[in-house]
């Protein structure tokens, strides 16, 4: 995902054939194809070819360049990939260039260029008046205004608007602009109070109980005794509530970036709301990436990630430093979870959240909710842990005593909810093995949850077993 002007990623090849980095037309065929397969335009190349051995080559792009440099002596390849094109697939440019080198393993880093120029502007609610239907021509009555509130979706490319929710609003709209965003509070005949984050709708009061409770107890139940609990976003208090329901929680921090939304749910949302003030819970208005990455070591059993979409402020946690910093904060039973998007509307975007996670957790599951007010309606969570967590192994007396209070958890969809349509498994799960494939053998201590080893986690992961053999990662 694009945050500033452009992306630049940095891939490091150690252990590669000498043969291998020696060969001109075989480097020249891997950057080509790689650039081509990533999407971008090729506008011309160069290569040269070094005594006693060596290859360098760049590959520019009307969307910037690719550039690698060999030293076969090494077994080691540096490849740069710099694009300012939304559309571009960057992973998928260095996975074409390690196809090509084999490398023993490879490390990547990826760098938002330019993003002190490229502060999004914050994105007002769309309210818009229109005349109910059947409205007489000439003056028109009050009672025949209807206003309606739209999230848009945008095209990534262009920035146009390719997609509306609508909503009928009954009552006044409240609007706040903030220093972080802009947050709406609007009322709908069908879902109640509705809470708005810069254009975005994040929260009903209709249909939240089927997000918080599936993103709250499927997590929590895949933990033997979850008594630690953090909390990153959530300021809303939906998921705080459903994670109180769990009698062995001892102590919850939750870190919400902008306490507007805490005051604003407070006012609104009354039934969000009540279990912010229980003794158990520490509020932290502060950045949650900030919050996991000074948390002590193995300091948390469960750790939730509820967050807007990946806009502004909320990019970095859809990243792997965040997920990193995230294992390292858990536990050795630790789990993450987290709202993971629809696979309709931000298809794009989940694939690079699942290879950003995979780098982490090669593991990573997912799973599904309905939650009608989200686009698309198919919403998923992602799901990590130490490999071998099984989405199968849960306490189903605890579950029942938790989904007593619930409307849409069973223990029943504990398991269920992991069965994912197959478009949703290659969009999620497959490509986080892929991308934790790639990082098999990488340092002690990269790419795996604390105690873990990479490999073990990709052989046959939970969800591997649950479901039928995956088809190739198409990206
Ligand atoms: N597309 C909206 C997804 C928002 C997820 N988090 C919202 C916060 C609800 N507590």
New binding site residues.
Partial sequence: MMHGLGKHILAEFYGCDFERLNDPELLERASLEAVERSGATIMSHHFKVFEPQGVSGVVVIAESHLSFHTWPEHGYAAVDYFTCGEHIDIHLAVDVMAEALQPGHTERTLHHRGTELADEPHRPPIIEERLAPGSPSGPVPASDVERWIT?YHLDRGTGRRQLGYSYLTSGGVTVERGPLQEIAVAESPIFGRM?F?DG????TEGD?FV??EM?AHVPMLLHPSPRRVLIV???????LREVLRHDTVERVDLVEIDDQVLQLSRRHLPR?VVALDDHRVTVHISDGARFARHAAEGSYDVALV????PIGAARVLFEEPFFRSLSRALAPEGIAAG?S??PWV?KQEQRELYAELGRVWPGALSYHAT?PT??GGL?TFYCCGAPGLDPSGFDSARATRVAAGCRCYTPELQTAAFHLPRFVRQNTVDVARASGADHEGDAPGEGVAPGASTRGQTAGSPQERMAPPPSPVSR
């Fill in positions: 999230e809470l984050i975005y709708l994040m929260t939240e997000y918080h993103l976003g959530g300021g809303d208090g939906g998921l969000h509820d967050s807007t979409d709202q998007l629809s931000q939650v989200y686009p919403w």
